[in-house]
């Protein structure tokens, strides 16, 4: 039987892919590339005969909502905001010219988290100290009998090691399970938007901005009540089969532009629950109010940017592009 999409709680699918930025794997191969034009560009798949096509320079409004991307202006300022997937595959790429283009006039990326700046051994220390039990306790201690032999099933069936869970706190082994799951599925932080473009930006040497920091999105999870966290690590164990197949439609409505099939699949993991009212509440609304105030910052200066944060922070009444065009901003939608 086929799970009803519609009705997947993938609370960590929607966090790790569409809210929250993942730290990079590993650097991404970056291709230099040249058009039939002559126009230079960079790309994490093989150059081909022409890089660039039609229109490649051009950066008007569609008028019909294609992609994830709108363009903010006050005085001589410009912000392009883009909707990001943070995990992808290979077959995503090339981007459509007019995300390419955009990111061409601007003057800095600004991103959620700069996971390309990160110390690998900095990072493994934070990573520990937030997501594994300092105290002596155990996993077990959260965990009914059935969660635990579900916990070393669905560790079986992503190839992680049981021992590896056993330390870590309920919502870190729901992160490590996720993770594993989607990567098993052919997904990857490696090709997600952000990664692709802090790649160009280092191959090209433009200036990198973050909206926070990776402490502050691990603490957003470790803060979770005791209560929350064990939903999530339940509902990550009996859903984790399907993570694959959800983010596969989501990421089908982000190729096409579709924020309506988005905002649906966005809400119908998050409003039944209390523990997903909480998450929804945690991860997207109050950080859009910071990221908002953030950006508009960005509109008071004489200098184009390229945001990129994650696609469900641009969707509903409370996000990001809502709160800005309430404030006064217009945004025109690519």
Known sequence: ???????????????????????????????????????????????????????????????????????????????????????????????????DAAFAKADALVVEVNTAALDPVATARLVASLGNYQDGSSLREALSDPDWQKLREAAAAVGIPFEMLVRQKPWFAAMTLAVAALQKSGFDSRWGIDSHFLARASAEGRPVMELETLEEQLRLFDDLSFEVQRALLRQSLYELEHSGEFFGAMLDAWQRGDAAALQALLKAGFEDTAAGREMYEVFLTRRNVRMAEKIERLLEERRTYFVIVGAAHLLGEKSILSLLTRRGYRADRF
């Not at 997947?8 to 930025?21: E, Y």
């Not at 002559?38 to 008007?60: D, I, R």
């Open 1 to 99: 039987m086929r799970i009803n999409i519609m009705r997947c709680r993938c609370w960590l699918v929607v966090c790790l892919l569409w809210g929250l930025q993942a730290p990079s794997v590993e650097a991404a191969k970056i291709f230099r590339c040249v058009d039939d034009k002559g126009h230079v560009t960079f790309q994490q798949t093989p150059c081909t005969a022409s890089v660039g096509g039609e229109g490649a320079g051009k950066l008007e409004p569609s008028g019909k909502g294609r992609h994830f991307l709108w363009r903010l202006t006050s005085g001589e300022a410009t912000v392009y905001l883009l909707g990001s997937v943070h995990f992808g595959t290979d077959r995503m790429y090339p981007l459509p010219p007019v995300i």
